[in-house]
């Protein structure tokens, strides 16, 4: 218990320092928080592995070169990380998940999807980095959940690029997924 305190006082130090400098850094989260979390330049914070000289692996959050337009400061809350599948202590960022129908389908269920746009935006960009609209791989998961990735990309379909003619004027990955496009359906094309 006394190790908690002192770890817990530590940290809300490191944070009132830079509450008072105006800056969060993913350097100074603890681990278990870190992931899914995006620092006050707008970059997420990835948990990542360094191993140490005498063979251990530590773990260490680090910033990362992601960009998440019109977000900063921000945690991902306890509620999202669960209604979503996702593991605070992922390590990295990657779009393996995608192909597993159990991770899928808590990612396109409401609770997921329309409430908890910082996860739901990163899986998007994740997927059109395969070559995949997210919206469309929602509902091929809803249809056939154990095929759904195979037969988007068996299919020949490209996602279109967050910026492209499919999404309306005006919108833009950078817009959290429950503004930018309902999960049933694409945006038609304007």
Known sequence: MAVSTKFLALFLSFLSIHAVLGEF??????????????????????????????????Y???????VVEGV?????????????GIDRKSVGISSDALLEPQFMAKLCSAPCYQKCPNIADLYFNLAAGEGVFLPDLCDKQRSNPHRSMIALLSSGEAAPSPHGSQLPS?????????????????????
């Open 25 to 58: 850094i993913c350097e100074d989260l603890p681990n278990d928080v870190c992931a899914f979390s995006v620092s006050s330049a707008g970059k997420r914070c990835l948990l990542e592995t360094m191993s140490k000289k005498d063979g251990s692996i530590e």
């Open 170 to 190: 005006g919108l833009h990955a950078a817009y959290p997924p429950s503004e930018a496009f309902e999960p049933a359906s694409a945006p038609s094309p304007m």
């Open 60 to 66: 260490q959050c680090r910033t990362s070169e992601v």
């Open 72 to 84: 900063a400061d921000y945690i991902e809350t306890d509620q999202c990380v669960q209604a979503c």
